[in-house]
Protein backbone atom coordinates (compact mmCIF):
# COMPACT_ATOMS: atom_id res chain seq x y z
CA UNK A 1 0.00 0.00 0.00
CA UNK A 2 1.13 3.41 -0.83
CA UNK A 3 1.86 6.04 1.98
CA UNK A 4 1.16 9.52 1.13
CA UNK A 5 2.20 12.88 2.49
CA UNK A 6 1.08 16.47 1.99
CA UNK A 7 2.89 19.60 2.32
CA UNK A 8 2.60 23.26 0.82
CA UNK A 9 -0.21 24.42 2.58
CA UNK A 10 -0.61 27.91 4.23
CA UNK A 11 -2.57 31.14 4.44
CA UNK A 12 -2.42 33.19 0.83
CA UNK A 13 -3.89 36.38 -0.01
CA UNK A 14 -6.61 36.40 -2.80
CA UNK A 15 -4.77 36.28 -5.69
CA UNK A 16 -1.88 34.64 -4.93
CA UNK A 17 0.24 31.43 -5.38
CA UNK A 18 0.94 28.16 -3.72
CA UNK A 19 2.26 24.87 -4.69
CA UNK A 20 1.29 21.80 -3.35
CA UNK A 21 3.15 18.50 -2.78
CA UNK A 22 2.66 14.57 -1.89
CA UNK A 23 5.28 12.65 -1.63
CA UNK A 24 4.60 8.94 -2.30
CA UNK A 25 6.27 5.95 -0.61
CA UNK A 26 6.19 2.04 -0.11
CA UNK A 27 4.95 0.69 -3.55
CA UNK A 28 5.61 1.68 -7.22
CA UNK A 29 4.37 4.87 -7.51
CA UNK A 30 4.14 4.44 -11.78
CA UNK A 31 1.18 2.24 -11.17
CA UNK A 32 -1.22 4.60 -9.52
CA UNK A 33 -3.26 7.54 -10.92
CA UNK A 34 -3.32 10.13 -8.61
CA UNK A 35 -5.27 13.30 -7.53
CA UNK A 36 -5.51 15.96 -5.20
CA UNK A 37 -8.97 16.67 -3.28
CA UNK A 38 -10.58 18.74 -1.06
CA UNK A 39 -12.59 19.17 1.69
CA UNK A 40 -14.04 22.85 3.04
CA UNK A 41 -16.31 23.19 6.01
CA UNK A 42 -19.35 21.45 5.81
CA UNK A 43 -19.13 20.29 2.54
CA UNK A 44 -18.30 16.86 0.91
CA UNK A 45 -14.78 15.93 -0.53
CA UNK A 46 -14.31 16.70 -4.12
CA UNK A 47 -11.91 16.56 -6.82
CA UNK A 48 -9.76 18.90 -7.86
CA UNK A 49 -7.64 17.39 -10.14
CA UNK A 50 -6.40 14.28 -11.23
CA UNK A 51 -3.39 12.95 -13.39
CA UNK A 52 -3.03 9.16 -14.46
CA UNK A 53 -0.31 7.13 -15.08
CA UNK A 54 0.31 7.93 -18.59
CA UNK A 55 -0.15 11.85 -17.68
CA UNK A 56 -3.52 12.40 -18.88
CA UNK A 57 -4.96 15.00 -16.21
CA UNK A 58 -8.34 16.36 -15.35
CA UNK A 59 -9.96 19.14 -13.59
CA UNK A 60 -13.03 20.57 -11.53
CA UNK A 61 -14.50 23.66 -13.48
CA UNK A 62 -14.14 25.64 -10.67
CA UNK A 63 -10.26 25.34 -11.00
CA UNK A 64 -9.23 25.14 -14.56
CA UNK A 65 -7.48 27.12 -15.91
CA UNK A 66 -5.92 28.39 -12.47
CA UNK A 67 -4.68 24.85 -11.30
CA UNK A 68 -1.97 22.31 -12.75
CA UNK A 69 -1.15 19.23 -11.66
CA UNK A 70 1.80 17.48 -12.73
CA UNK A 71 3.73 14.15 -11.52
CA UNK A 72 7.83 13.44 -10.83
CA UNK A 73 8.29 10.28 -11.15
CA UNK A 74 12.10 10.35 -10.69
CA UNK A 75 10.96 11.17 -7.09
CA UNK A 76 7.39 9.84 -6.35
CA UNK A 77 5.86 13.20 -6.04
CA UNK A 78 2.95 14.84 -7.36
CA UNK A 79 2.83 18.56 -7.49
CA UNK A 80 -0.46 21.16 -7.60
CA UNK A 81 0.21 24.59 -8.49
CA UNK A 82 -2.37 27.05 -7.45
CA UNK A 83 -1.98 30.49 -8.87
CA UNK A 84 -5.17 32.98 -8.79
CA UNK A 85 -6.00 31.88 -5.34
CA UNK A 86 -9.76 32.63 -4.45
CA UNK A 87 -11.42 32.44 -1.23
CA UNK A 88 -13.82 29.62 -2.05
CA UNK A 89 -10.15 27.90 -2.68
CA UNK A 90 -9.83 27.44 1.22
CA UNK A 91 -10.49 23.70 2.23
CA UNK A 92 -8.26 20.76 3.39
CA UNK A 93 -6.37 19.36 -0.05
CA UNK A 94 -6.15 15.37 0.37
CA UNK A 95 -3.28 13.56 -2.05
CA UNK A 96 -4.99 11.00 -3.36
CA UNK A 97 -3.52 7.33 -5.12
CA UNK A 98 -5.97 4.69 -7.12
CA UNK A 99 -5.29 1.65 -8.42
CA UNK A 100 -7.70 -1.22 -9.24
CA UNK A 101 -10.77 0.09 -7.29
CA UNK A 102 -8.38 1.06 -4.08
CA UNK A 103 -7.60 4.20 -2.78
CA UNK A 104 -5.26 6.12 -0.51
CA UNK A 105 -5.41 9.00 1.29
CA UNK A 106 -2.86 11.18 3.04
CA UNK A 107 -3.00 13.28 5.92
CA UNK A 108 -4.61 16.64 4.39
CA UNK A 109 -3.00 20.00 4.15
CA UNK A 110 -4.45 23.15 5.21
CA UNK A 111 -4.98 25.90 2.69
CA UNK A 112 -6.27 29.25 3.71
CA UNK A 113 -7.17 32.11 0.90
CA UNK A 114 -7.96 35.52 3.34
CA UNK A 115 -7.09 39.07 2.91
Known amino acids: QVQLVESGGGLVQPGGSLRLSCAAS????????MGWYRQAPGKQRELVARITRDGSTNYADSVKGRFTISRDGTKNIIYLQMNSLKPEDTAVYYCNAARLGRDSWGQGTQVTVSS
Open 26 to 33: GTSFSLYA
